[in-house]
């Protein structure tokens, strides 16, 4: 099987995911709450499909702001299930909307989702799927583990020889210099 990093560099719908976000550690609670969704629409699915409604996932969940989701009800199910340009499956929505109110308890619990994350990492992909099960729904080893990958907490997004790997092992690279001299 071809890995991710054969297909995307130049193909007219993944390059840019590829290039430039998948992998790429990040901190900011929309984009981690996205990748987290996304994943969730994504199975059963192709991810090339979800790339192609990402705009209109986006539009549709108000991009994402968990604030926002997480105040979704019953009408908003009803829009979201009406809109024929996203997935309209109604566990991954209703899933969708009670995940955005666990990552507003984790800002109470936690100080957020990307304090949590940290927080638990690094863990084996077993061991992320238990956690990822007790806090959130909808959360397969195989949703856990995408969107771990997508988010740098787990390794395996690119091959070691990919330009994307190297970009992004240089900016972990800076971070931690950044870090230490901030500790010194």
Same mark, same amino acid.
């Given at each position: 099987?071809?890995?991710?990093?054969? &297909?995307?560099?130049?193909?007219?719908?993944?390059? !840019?995911?590829?290039? @430039?976000?998948? =992998? %790429?550690?990040?901190?900011?609670?929309?984009?981690?709450?996205?990748?987290?969704?996304?994943?969730?629409?994504?199975?059963?699915?192709?991810?090339?499909?979800?790339?192609?409604?990402?705009?209109?996932?986006?539009?549709?969940?108000?991009?994402?702001?968990?604030?926002?989701?997480?105040?979704?009800?019953?009408?908003?199910?009803?829009?979201?299930?009406?809109?024929?340009?996203?997935?309209?499956?109604?566990?991954?929505?209703?899933? &969708?909307?009670?995940?955005?109110?666990?990552?507003? !308890?984790?800002?109470? @619990?936690?100080? =957020? %989702?990307?304090?949590?994350?940290?927080?638990?990492?690094?863990?084996?992909?077993?061991?992320?799927?238990?956690?990822?099960?007790?806090?959130?729904?909808?959360?397969?080893?195989?949703?856990?583990?995408?969107?771990?990958?997508?988010?740098?907490?787990?390794?395996?997004?690119?091959?070691?020889?990919?330009?994307?790997?190297?970009?992004?092992?240089?900016?972990?690279?800076?971070?931690?210099?950044?870090?230490?001299?901030?500790?010194?």
């Amino acid at each position: 099987m071809p890995h991710y990093c054969d &297909i995307a560099p130049h193909h007219p719908v993944h390059a !840019e995911y590829h290039n @430039t976000e998948y =992998g %790429f550690p990040t901190k900011s609670e929309r984009v981690l709450f996205e990748r987290l969704s996304l994943e969730i629409m994504q199975a059963g699915l192709s991810w090339e499909t979800i790339l192609k409604k990402r705009k209109a996932l986006n539009k549709a969940f108000d991009r994402f702001v968990p604030a926002k989701v997480a105040s979704y009800g019953a009408k908003d199910i009803k829009r979201l299930m009406g809109d024929k340009d996203i997935i309209r499956n109604r566990l991954k929505i209703t899933s &969708i909307i009670h995940n955005a109110k666990q990552v507003m !308890e984790l800002r109470k @619990t936690d100080k =957020g %989702f990307s304090a949590w994350l940290l927080a638990h990492h690094p863990k084996s992909k077993e061991d992320w799927t238990k956690l990822f099960r007790r806090q959130f729904k909808f959360m397969g080893s195989e949703i856990v583990g995408e969107f771990l990958m997508s988010t740098g907490y787990l390794p395996g997004a690119h091959r070691k020889d990919c330009q994307v790997y190297i970009d992004i092992s240089a900016i972990i690279r800076k971070n931690r210099r950044s870090l230490e001299n901030k500790r010194t």
